[in-house]
């Protein structure tokens, strides 16, 4: 039986023939091939380390050769040979034996002249492996010389190939790091000395010891004042403090070098811009590249003082967003953030220009040392000549060149907005900005538009329509599951880039905390953002109806050291940046519409910016409870409590124990019950499931069925309570009919809600067969020392002062009073 055919025929030996392969497996590795991602830079590092590795043993390979080759040639003059004539040997017979150094000595001392041997010599023959090259160009005239000549270009030709890898990759980084004149700032070349860019000035130097004592504090040491500042209004503003008689003032100073170390400027006051004198874009270091997409390059006296606060990167906390300011507040973050990532990027390329000429320099000196041919002089007849000293390229302007520009990785803006449509109008801001009218210059923008952009999945009644309020916030796509990434170089704005080669990314907290994950989980990734320089949070009090656990997850991840070194350059990162300081040196920008202890709470304890903070003050005269339209008395009853932990329980009992009682009569019937939190609403329905009393329920979690059904039983009177989640009012807005009696567990956290939530007990919406009296409807309100924020922005910042303090623990507000 004959062999079987086998798939690879293996070659015979010198044949020189590749291994056989049929045409089908020759398509399945193309495809193969084709599939694989490209080489990461840390693979190509390898590999072209690998391939140094193989040059150098050929080299010490070729070394040992010529050094066995010069101890036969060195034992051809002991005179062994046959000699050919009688006259060369009468020569022979005066010739000495001995070695070529001996020969080299009777030599000399026949032309009356000493040995001169190299000063170093010594020290070449201890470290012959360290100085293999430069034995390479020792001249030796014997009769092997044309031999010795043939090996040294053939070294040359072994050598020459990882040269040309170096040039071909110096190169690609070359092409790469290309930039346009034009697109280079004027000031590239400066420090942050002498530098007047608040970037430069920002980012540059590292902090003071004293700086870094007064932020690691507990609390910080700060300095607050609250001044003017144009349209804002009056501002809070904190800057820290360095302690000149703290423990590092008392260190010993050090010597050398370290004493002419530059420290990072400590942060100021800033200064108002003018809304009368056009604006210097050139003076506040906005990128000419920016200022051409503008289209008047003008802006407002609220865009003005926003945008001196953000340019001089120091941290903002802004509580009066609204929908008329919305798209003048984003204009200038995205502003602010796409010129602080064109600094960057160009600062980063720039820098990478200067360092790959310094190695083409230096590679090109390698290879002009190599090719240069020996000469034989008179002098190597009667003396060992010294080797050749190395030619060290001097670099770019002087000394060791390095440039400290990155952070661990690429991104290094981050913004946080609830939905795709805000996502879509930041997106549409910077791509004005970048690119102006040229869409060619943003890559996948049509992908992008049909994934983020749409009507609405909402339905808005005209006959019984929604809030405007409402309509404008979930307008367009409201999907809130989305991660956008975004890369910025010299000549497009790449939209999907790959998360750890972008510049800057646009999310949602839901997003972001997938992608987190939880502790104990096996597939967790946020080293993307340990190096983020720019963290902007808008519509946070839409995020914190979302859910927002999710930002705190995002804030406790920052700024963690990677797990991973794949996307890292270690001799470009920053060092502020490897001593983990990257905090102090991050921007945080907060806008939101009313003010929250939670915010408040994020703004002391996760703002740590070295330059200092700014909170814009709001002052509420009135309060929303100006717009309730129906006649109501309405009942504030402030709850005794001696700590925040224990709020919550002393709420509940003066709810069990005073107000519920009242509310269990007959003539309390049709009574709604509105709770801001979801952790109360399942400790009262559970309460009352527990008592069997006679109530409906609705959460943001009901489905559509049961709330109508819900809503309907209230209405005709066969249930007595209605528990109301705030959660389910802020994504929903129902019109609740029918309600008699109006409880509010604790003061709603969006304040307009309140005026909204009395006014369903207008006479169009009660049922006119339920046999109740206008006059005996009611309002209650629960509230508690820590409801300070809420309080004020119902009733006003003096009166909600008033009600905390006073001594009764009742107060009874009609609409006339208002």
């Not at 003048?328 to 010129?339: D, E």
């Not at 609740?736 to 969006?750: D, E, K, Q, T, W």
Request: a negative charge; proline letters at 5%; charged letters at 30%.
């Amino acid at each position: 039986m004959g062999q079987r055919r086998t798939l690879f025929k293996k070659p015979r030996k010198g044949t020189g023939r590749k291994d056989y392969m049929s045409k089908d497996m020759k398509k399945k590795m193309k495809k193969e091939m084709a599939k694989r991602p490209p080489p990461t830079r840390f693979q190509r590092n390898i590999k072209h380390i690998e391939r140094s590795q193989e040059a150098t043993q050929a080299q010490k390979r070729q070394i040992e050769a010529e050094r066995k080759y010069r101890l036969q040639m060195n034992d051809s003059f002991t005179g062994e040979g046959a000699v050919s004539s009688e006259e060369e040997e009468e020569e022979e017979e005066k010739v000495p034996s001995g070695t070529f150094d001996d020969l080299t000595v009777a030599f000399n001392d026949q032309i009356g002249q000493a040995p001169v041997y190299s000063d170093d010599e010594s020290d070449e023959e201890m470290n012959e492996e360290e100085d293999d090259e430069d034995d390479e160009d020792e001249i030796m005239l014997d009769e092997g010389e044309d031999e010795e000549l043939e090996e040294e270009e053939e070294l040359e030709a072994n050598s020459s190939e990882e040269d040309q890898e170096e040039l071909e990759e110096i190169e690609q980084d070359e092409e790469e790091a290309s930039l346009h004149e034009s697109d280079l700032s004027s000031d590239e070349d400066e420090d942050g000395a002498t530098s007047t860019d608040p970037y430069m000035v920002h980012t540059a130097f590292n902090l003071s010891p004293a700086m870094l004592e007064a932020l690691a504090a507990e609390p910080p040491r700060v300095e607050s004042s609250t001044i003017p500042f144009g349209s804002l209004g009056n501002v809070y503003i904190e800057l820290p403090k360095a302690n000149a008689g703290g423990t590092a003032s008392k260190r010993a100073a050090p010597k050398g070098i370290i004493d002419r170390e530059r420290y990072a400027k400590p942060g100021t006051p800033p200064t108002p811009l003018s809304s009368t004198v056009p604006l210097e874009w050139p003076a506040l270091h906005v990128k000419d590249r920016i200022v051409r997409n503008m289209n008047d390059g003008e802006l407002d006296a609220l865009q003005r003082d926003m945008f001196a606060i953000l340019n001089g990167y120091q941290d903002l906390y802004y509580p009066q967003r609204t929908h008329e300011n919305a798209d003048r507040l984003r204009y200038v973050y995205c502003l602010h953030a796409l010129n602080h990532v064109m600094k960057a990027t160009s600062k980063v390329q720039h820098h990478t220009m200067k360092l790959a000429e310094v190695k083409a320099a230096a590679v090109a000196a390698r290879r002009g040392k190599k090719k240069k041919a020996p000469t034989v002089t008179e002098d190597a007849f009667r003396r060992r000549l010294p080797p050749p000293k190395k030619e060290v390229t001097q670099p770019v302007g002087g000394g060791l060149v390095e440039f400290r520009d990155q952070g661990f990785v690429r991104p290094k803006v981050l913004i946080v907005v609830p939905f795709r449509e805000s996502a879509l109008q930041c997106v549409n801001v910077l791509k004005k900005l970048f690119a102006g009218d040229n869409e060619k210059m943003v890559v996948n923008y049509k992908r992008f538009t049909d994934e983020y952009g749409g009507g609405s999945s909402l339905h808005f009644p005209r006959k019984n329509p929604k809030p405007a309020d409402y309509e404008r916030t979930f307008a367009g796509n409201i999907d809130d599951n989305f991660r956008l990434s975004i890369a910025l170089n010299r000549s497009s704005m790449r939209l999907y880039s790959p998360y750890y080669a972008s510049d800057i990314m646009i999310a949602s907290p839901l997003a972001l905390r997938m992608a987190i994950g939880a502790k104990g989980e096996r597939h967790r990734d946020y080293d993307f953002l340990a190096s983020i320089e720019l963290l902007v949070l808008d519509q946070a009090d839409v995020c914190y109806a979302q859910n927002w656990d999710h930002v705190l997850h995002v804030m406790e991840h920052l700024h963690q050291q990677p797990s991973s070194t794949e996307y890292t350059e270690f001799s470009r990162v920053r060092e502020w940046c490897l001593n983990g300081w990257s905090k102090f040196y991050r921007q945080t920008v907060l806008f939101t519409a009313f003010e929250l202890p939670v915010f408040r709470g994020l703004f002391n304890k996760h703002f740590h910016n070295y330059r200092g903070k700014m909170r814009v003050v709001r002052r509420v005269t009135a309060g929303t409870i100006g717009h309730v339209v129906v006649r109501v008395p309405q009942n504030f009853q402030r709850i005794e409590t001696r700590s925040l932990d224990g709020a919550g329980n002393a709420r509940f009992t003066h709810f069990v124990n005073v107000v519920l009682p009242q509310a269990r009569s007959v003539a309390m019937s049709r009574c709604l019950i509105y709770i801001p939190s979801y952790f109360d609403y399942v400790r009262l329905r559970n309460y009352f499931k527990q008592e069997e009393m006679s109530f409906t329920q609705i959460c943001e979690y009901t489905t559509d069925a049961k709330m109508a059904r819900a809503r309907d039983m209230f209405f005709h009177g066969s249930k007595h309570f209605m528990l109301y989640s705030e959660r389910a009012h802020f994504f929903r807005r129902h019109r609740i009919r029918g309600v008699r009696h109006l409880i509010l567990y604790a003061p709603p956290i969006f304040p307009h809600f309140y005026p909204e939530l009395v006014n369903l007990m207008i006479k169009e919406n009660q049922n006119p067969n339920d046999g109740m009296d206008d006059a005996s409807m009611t309002v209650t309100v629960l509230y508690t020392a820590y409801d300070m924020h809420q309080l004020a922005e119902m009733v006003g910042a003096s009166r909600a002062k008033a009600m905390i303090s006073a001594p009764r623990s009742v107060h009874r507000f009609t609409t006339d009073q208002k």
